[in-house]
Structure formats: C-alpha cells, structure tokens
C-alpha cells in the first residue's frame, strides 16, 4: 500500500495536476477582487471548497507516502502547506475573521515554491545571501546618507520639496538611483549650481552600476551554490573531481593490464651460448 501511494505521489500526471490546481486557486482570488453577480459568487464559493478538498487529499497524500511520518514535519514547506491547509479549513469566511481567509487564499499561491524545486532553490538562495548582502547594504546606506547630506545642504533652497531635510533627500536619490525622471532632478539644480551634475553621476555609478552589480554577483553565487548542493544531494550525483580520478584509475588499470598481457606473449629469447 505504501509503495503505491509513493508511485501516486512521485508521478508526473499528480504533481502537474496539483500545480494546476494551485494555479486555479491564484486566479481565483483575483476573480473574487471583481463585482459579479450572486450566481458566480455562489460558483466561485463551490470552486474553492473543491480546491480546498484537493488540497487536502494532497497533503493527505503526501504524509502517508512517507515512512517515517515524523520526517514529513522536518521540510519546512510541508509544515507551510500543512498550515495554510489547515487554515482554510476554519469556517470563517463570514465573521469577523473574514479578512484572514482571503488572506490565507492569496498565500496558497505561494504553493507553487513548494511544489517546483527550482522555484525552492530561488527562493532558499535568496534568503541564503541575506547575511551576506549586509555589508553591501550598510555600504550603500552610507553612500547614501552622504550624498543624501550634500545634497540637502546644497539644493534645499533650489527645492524643499525634494531636498528640504536628509530623509526626503535620501527618497530622492532613491528616485535618482532608480532612474526614475533623474534628469529633471539634475536639470533644476544644474541651472544653478553646473557642477551638480558631477554629484549625480558619481552618486548613479557608486550605487546603479556598482553596488546593485555586487548585490546582483552575490545573489547568483549563492544560487550557483545551491544548485551545487542540490546536485550533490542527488544520489547519481558524481562530481568532476570524482570523475578524474576514476579516470586516472581506470588509464592506471589499463596500462599495468597491458604491461602483463605484453609480458606474457612475449618469447622466451635465450642466447645461442645457452
């Protein structure tokens, strides 16, 4: 019995259909954002009850495919599942408590992540590289705060509305960063001060070209490691190093076979004296 509900589990056909189910649910919640009619209402209510079943038979699934069910609750995302499973489940759609199950509803998009592993490692390396993007993001927010202080101190009196204080500077050159109408910013206050454009190239170099390309370089190393890790979890998984020396062992193997074989078909050459 446990051998076929892990073949329903691990088949193609059931985890397309859940992710199909899964993509009903998103579009569902953005039906529900639209006015209709009570007929489509009471329908959409039936769909979701039904999506909601098929979810929980999917899960029902999957924890009696494994054999050590106290192993299921160790992935992180079978315990999100569970979760947002189990919430969906409380009859709350008409109290007070409303708000929470549409909520719940959105998050069931988020599904998906669980159910396709590239999405996972996406995501697991985006939450990886976090600590290392610290010192890259303390770094810019310095740039930041200084550039944020020039400019306040010098284009105030140009535009409060823009430079009037360092927080509403610092939004600004977040504009400017983004390249969000840069220009109109550098044009108003190069008519009176004509080096300012010096300070918006600079500042657009340092943080645009420079440190969104470290953040960016960070990101995909760690995502590069992740698959590495991924790979190597994979039972087949034979690394490059591995192969050279099976190579190296397998061309030292030959060689002392064909040393051997030479030995034994060669003749046995004596002298005439003997």
């Known amino acids: 019995m446990l051998k076929q509900i892990q073949l329903i589990r691990n088949h193609k056909v059931f985890e397309t259909f859940i992710i199909f189910i899964i993509m009903a649910s998103a579009l569902l919640v953005g039906v529900k954002t639209y006015d209709m009619s009570s007929a489509v209402v009471n329908l959409l209510y039936f769909m979701d009850l039904f999506i909601t079943v098929i979810f929980v038979l999917e899960i029902s699934i999957r924890f009696a495919a494994e054999e050590r069910k106290w192993a299921f609750f160790k992935d992180p995302w079978n315990i999100f599942d569970s979760v947002i499973v189990a919430v969906s489940l ?21 599904r998906m992540i669980s159910f396709i592993p590239e999405l996972r490692v996406l995501l697991n390396s985006l939450l990886i590289a976090l600590p290392r993007l610290g010192y890259v993001m303390a770094l810019m927010f310095i740039i930041f705060y200084i550039y944020a202080a020039i400019g306040s101190l010098f284009f105030e009196d140009i535009n409060p509305f823009l430079w009037g204080d360092i927080s509403t500077a610092m939004l600004t050159l977040f504009r400017v960063m983004t390249f969000e109408d840069w220009t109109d910013v550098m044009y108003e206050t190069n008519e009176v001060y004509a080096w300012s454009w010096i300070f918006y190239i600079s500042f657009i170099f340092l943080t645009a070209f420079a440190f969104l390309n470290m953040v960016i370089g960070i990101v995909v190393n760690v995502l590069e490691e992740e698959h590495q890790r991924e790979l190597q979890a994979d039972e087949h998984y034979v690394s490059l190093a591995d192969l050279k020396v099976e190579i190296q062992e397998l061309k030292a193997l030959i060689e002392r076979q064909s040393v051997g074989a030479t030995d034994n078909r060669s003749p046995d050459r004596r002298s005439p004296d003997q």
């Open 90 to 110: 409380i009859p709350i759609e008409n109290t007070d408590m409303a708000l929470v199950a549409r909520l719940v509803r959105v998050f069931r998009v988020m």
